[in-house]
Antibody, heavy 119, light 112 residues
């Protein structure tokens, strides 16, 4: 059973860089079955897709966040990461990682981690 | 990118049946699979329906998905409503042209 767990900086100042990691267990991060993705949810709002890494290594990002976003994989630690630069208060959200299977189905989600941006 | 439009909220009584719609704004609803998730307060979303009509292992058969081509929409139907079904429901699809994942805005289900 695939399991994911987010970790990283919970409180940031504006202009800092958000860095989160998603530890994967139950599957190899290099599995050809899964893409690895990040989603966020501002307080009281809906889900917003951030970006994903395909098994080929290609990365794709939400157009509204692309210039500030990097998703990468660490094979040695079986985890993947999110970096979001130049954060503002609008980036305050619960951030989820997920494993995406065939047909872009989000099979498994991490529990989420709250990131607050405040001066 | 296309968008997925959901009603903001729906409500129904215990034991009844409710249907939540997810309308695609451009392109055909059956061009790409639609998936459904439920999110309870303070928790991560959980998959309920994938590839339009399939249920993941462990999901009750009270949940069913369908495609309604005439309205260019997907639907999630929940029968025999229980109070535990309350939560936010999201549809999701994928735009292969832009490689973007698309979420609907979510529907809040109240069982009263």
């Amino acid at each position: 059973q695939l399991q994911l767990q987010e970790s990283g900086s919970g409180l940031l100042r504006p202009s800092q860089t958000l860095s989160l990691t998603c530890a994967v267990s139950g599957a190899s991060i290099t599995s050809p079955i899964y893409s690895w993705t990040w989603i966020r949810q501002p307080p009281g709002k809906g889900l917003e897709w951030i970006g994903f890494m395909h098994p080929s290594g290609a990365t794709y990002y939400n157009s509204s966040l692309e210039s500030r976003t990097t998703v990468s994989v660490d094979r040695s630690k079986n985890q993947f990461s999110l970096k979001l630069t130049s954060v503002t208060v609008a980036d305050t959200a619960v951030y989820f990682c997920a494993g995406v299977g065939a047909a872009a189905h989000f099979y498994h989600w991490g529990p989420g981690t709250l990131v607050t941006v405040s001066s | 990118n296309f968008m997925l439009t959901q009603p903001h909220s729906v409500s129904e009584s215990p034991g009844k049946t409710v249907t939540i719609s997810c309308t695609r704004t451009s392109g055909n609803i059956d061009d790409n699979y639609v998936h459904w998730y439920r999110q309870r307060p303070g928790s991560a979303p959980v998959s309920l329906i994938y590839e339009d009509i399939l249920r993941p292992s462990g999901v009750s058969d009270r949940f069913s998905g369908s495609i309604v081509s005439s309205s260019n929409s997907a639907s999630l139907t929940i029968s025999g409503l229980e109070t535990e079904d309350e939560g936010d429901y999201y549809c999701q699809s994928y735009d292969p042209t832009s490689h973007h994942m698309i979420f609907g805005g979510g529907t809040k289900l109240t069982v009263l």
